[in-house]
């Protein structure tokens, strides 16, 4: 047998992704080491995921621990872990249950399943909003309001309906008695992290309430401590009957967990809804760890605080305008140089990510220092001098 020709990785990949400019070899908190060596200080935290810092050493023990004594058991079988996270995430969203999933995506589809089962039948819709990102399954990709997305893929899953972000009078005019859910982003973060009006997350609670339609929170992006609450929500004291977490939950990890109020919940029965490695014992013990990092260190309070800092920094450039929550951030530069910053502060070892043409997200992990926040605003300003 003729032995297979060596090459390089990427060339046996599909070409989903951009050419990436470096490769990276370890981490640790803000920081990563590419293969030549040097360190990078990460603003993305590999999109919103490193929410508790790169390979945390507790996080990165539980997963060793659980990998040694048990790594997989299918939903057939009950595992420990499981059970815990559930009882976990339960106490901080108010009693919801958990279906655990294996990305943001599914907690989409999950979500969606969930509320057409809740109506039986009698009411089959969904109303998105604009610019939000959902994921890129048939579902969620439906869910998504970024029709440049979709072309490719059309026909969409019929039954959606967008409507512009941040417009109350708009969400309640396509609410009739057809809609099964409403589906929101907090702050929309793929978008350009877009923080709506004031009162916009509990004028659509309202909406729902008196409508009949269930209210979906996608809080992938926005869970977790990243806006300075467990769920961004919470800034506006709306409680969702569905909320969806996935990016930082496991620490790295991929894990994802769609929590319901238990009378919603309750509609899905055996055989409903499942995945093979949905809620497995090393992404859950990886979470249960994630969860106490969050707790031990005070991350939702550092976010919060920490997102003043950069938040005022960014301002203080007098460079554009700052948008987001904690330290979910965007710098819009009002001009198309996003890229341009982008490529410019790789170079000087500070990673930042293009949101959009004009803007950079700001995403760091929840433990960056104020002086790696110092250092981050100086190197932006030094860039965006040279631009
Ligand atoms: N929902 C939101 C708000 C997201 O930001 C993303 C990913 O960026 C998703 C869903 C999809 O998550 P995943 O890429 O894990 O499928």
Known sequence: MTPLPTV??????????????????????????????????DLVAGIAVAGVGHSHPKVAAAIASQAATLIHTSNLYGTTPQV?????????????????????????????????????????GFVATD???????????????????????????????????????????????????????????????VVPPPGYIQGARDICDRTGALLILDEVQTGLGRTGYWFAAEHDGV?????????????????????????VAERFQPGDHATTFGGGPV????????????????????????GQ???????????GTVRGRGLMLALDL?????????AAALERKVLVNEVSASA????????????EIDHAIGVLAEVLDEI
Do not use: W
Request: charged share 20%; net charge negative.
């Open 8 to 41: 390089a990785p990427a060339d046996m990949m599909m070409r989903t992704y951009k050419d990436r400019p470096i490769s990276f070899v370890s981490g640790q908190g803000s920081t990563l080491v590419d293969d030549d060596g040097d360190e990078y200080l």
């Open 84 to 124: 815990e996270l559930a009882d976990r995430l339960a106490e901080i969203s108010g009693g919801k249950l958990s279906f655990f999933a294996n990305s943001g995506a599914e907690t989409i589809e999950c979500a969606l399943k969930l509320a057409r089962r809740f109506h039986d039948g009698a009411r089959t």
């Open 131 to 193: 610019g939000g990102f959902h994921g890129r399954t048939f579902g969620a990709l439906s869910a998504t309001g970024q029709p440049a997305k979709q072309a490719p893929f059309a026909p969409m899953v019929p039954g959606f309906t967008h409507v512009p972000y941040g417009d109350l009078g708009a969400l309640e005019a396509a609410v009739d008695g057809d809609v099964a859910a409403v589906l929101l982003e907090p702050i929309q973060g793929e978008g350009g992290v």
């Open 239 to 263: 409680d969702p009957d569905i909320a969806c977490l996935a990016k930082s939950l496991g620490g790295g990890l991929p894990i994802g967990a769609c929590l319901a109020r238990p009378d």
């Open 283 to 306: 992404q859950c013990s990886a979470a249960i760890a994630t969860l106490d990092v969050i707790v031990e260190e005070g991350l939702l309070n550092r976010s919060a605080t920490a």
């Open 309 to 319: 800092r950069f938040a005022g920094g960014l301002k203080a450039l007098g460079r």
């Open 334 to 342: 009002e001009a198309p140089i996003a890229g341009a910053v982008t």
């Open 360 to 371: 950079i997200r700001i995403t760091p992990p929840l433990v960056i220092t104020d002086d």
